[in-house]
């Protein structure tokens, strides 16, 4: 039996709790950065986090990863878990999604490499229809932030 079979066995189909971390990156005209994946929905930048690595750069690799900014300053939106941040596939996951802010931006977007079909900043009056729910759901977080001016100070 191999290695990858072996930990099958043993971790089964049991729901799996994963940590990961995404960025609202907004430009200085005030728009919201996002990914087309593959099959056509729309994400912020983000993803796991692997051992040793602090939330902060798993926020900052994943945006470099996926769009080749480099970021600085980030303001924590909010930590979003439960049913919501539920995938299913082979396995059941929940994640424990972090999401952050920023407005220090260095550089411009460059090769995305297979992942995703596009990169493209949007106003946010204008954001795209078919943005996956959980996402949705943080930028409505930050707008709500904004709304309170909870992040104003920071910006």
């Known amino acids: 039996m191999g290695y990858t079979?072996?930990?099958r066995n043993w971790l089964g189909h049991r729901p799996h709790l994963l940590v990961g971390a995404h960025v609202l990156v907004i430009n200085e005209k005030d728009q919201l950065l996002l990914q087309q994946g593959a099959e056509g929905s729309w994400v912020l930048p983000g993803g796991l986090l692997i051992r040793g690595e602090t939330l902060e750069d798993t926020a900052r690799r994943q945006v470099y990863e996926q769009t080749g900014l480099v970021i600085g300053d980030l303001h924590l939106v909010r930590v979003f878990s439960g049913e919501k941040c539920r995938v299913t596939n082979e396995d059941q996951k929940y994640i424990v999604a972090t999401v952050y802010v920023t407005r220090d931006i260095l550089g411009n977007v460059q090769g995305y490499g297979t992942e995703f079909k596009?990169?493209?900043y949007?106003?946010?009056t204008k954001l795209p229809k078919n943005i996956d729910l959980r996402f949705q759901d943080f930028i409505e977080a930050y707008q709500q932030l904004?709304?309170?001016g909870s992040l104003s100070k920071l910006f």
């Open 146 to 148: 904004m709304l309170q």
């Open 118 to 120: 596009k990169v493209h």
């Open 5 to 7: 079979q072996g930990i």
């Open 122 to 124: 949007f106003d946010f």
